[in-house]
């Protein structure tokens, strides 16, 4: 089992940076990958960002390339997310996702077994 807990959203201006944290516990902590999904009303849930600790490998939806970072630091089982240039379309609830390496697809949703309840990131223009 897998617990996530995010934190860092808040209300923000255009242009604004943001960092969100994705705290995890539970013993396999290492065996899953922590990744970054948003969704805002009446939106499907959108992959944002995933992280390939072993091979050092970086992933991002395009809407967020260049503007967002993810990390990881196992040894405090945190993942992060610094949002820089935050635009009103990033205005969502954005959720820690974690999937086990080697079970189903990055940024597929139904292939994460456990979320975080999200946090809120409110973007104002």
């Known amino acids: 089992q897998v617990q996530l807990v995010e934190s860092g959203g808040g209300l923000v201006q255009a242009g604004g940076s943001l960092k969100l944290s994705c705290a995890a516990s539970?013993?396999?902590?290492?065996?899953?990958?922590l990744d970054w999904f948003r969704q805002a009303p009446g939106r499907e849930r959108e992959f944002v960002a995933g992280t390939s600790w072993i091979s050092a490998r970086t992933y991002y939806a395009d809407s967020v390339k260049g503007r967002f970072t993810i990390s990881r630091e196992n040894a405090k089982n945190m993942v992060y997310l610094q949002m820089n240039i935050l635009k009103p379309e990033d205005t969502a609830v954005y959720y820690c996702a974690a999937r086990p390496y080697g079970a189903g697809s990055r940024g597929v949703p139904d292939d994460y077994n456990y979320w975080g309840q999200g946090t809120q990131v409110t973007v104002s223009s």
């Open positions: 539970g013993r396999t902590f290492s065996n899953y990958a």
